[in-house]
């Protein structure tokens, strides 16, 4: 995928996963709080197969996924963070973030979803970035409002992976204004 390479915000680089990201990225899907709130996996996973994931030059088409590292320590991972769905004719994608407990409440994920949100705007050409929170993750919907996303619905149910239906809240985040594609160096220009 093009531009597969480090994006930096304020504090925080997104990069690809490495080796030593293993245990960070099997603590987030084995924290007890974390698949509370998110889907989480069905199956057991490995640190390898997690790594691939995340660290590889082709990830899966439609896709863009990193790990959200401090500038000043840019080897240790602090969560993940995925544009998923990414449709280039529509010029849409799903965002979804992870953050180690240890690292939440510092500013790290308003940085990586600005980041991220950045660069898909700018880079991939997109107009608008969606994200699907539990409706009681009050954190993750916190942060999306705090990252000027705005609430747009909500999913009557969604079965979690015990089987309960949950509520889901749609946030939806549009490209500011009118911009010049670095890609094609066509216009872009809202429509009434």
């Known amino acids: 995928m093009e531009g597969y390479g480090d994006i930096t915000g304020g504090k925080v680089i997104l990069r690809t ?63 993940i963070i995925m544009l998923s769905d990414l449709n280039k004719e529509n010029r849409t ?19 990586a979803v600005d980041a991220l949100v950045s660069y898909a705007f700018r880079e991939l050409g997109l107009d608008c970035i969606c994200s699907s929170i539990l409706e009681d993750n009050t954190a993750s919907r916190r942060l999306f409002e705090a990252c000027g996303f705005q609430q747009e619905g909500i999913h009557e149910s969604r079965a979690d992976r015990n089987g309960h239906c949950r509520k ?18 066509s216009s872009r220009t809202e429509t009434g």
């Open 168 to 185: 889901v809240c749609s946030y939806v985040k549009r490209d500011a204004g009118p911009s010049v594609s670095k890609k094609t160096g």
């Open 93 to 111: 994608a799903k965002m979804q973030i992870k953050l180690l407990r240890s690292a939440r409440g510092r500013g790290y994920g308003r940085d």
């Open 17 to 79: 996963a490495k080796m030593q990201d293993r245990e960070m990225l099997l603590n987030l899907v084995r924290d007890p709080e974390i698949m509370k709130v998110t889907k989480g996996y069905q199956n057991p996973v490995t640190g390898r197969y997690l790594v691939g994931r995340f660290g590889s030059p082709e990830a899966p088409a439609g896709s863009v996924r990193r790990i959200i590292a401090d500038q000043g320590d840019p080897e240790s991972g602090l969560g």
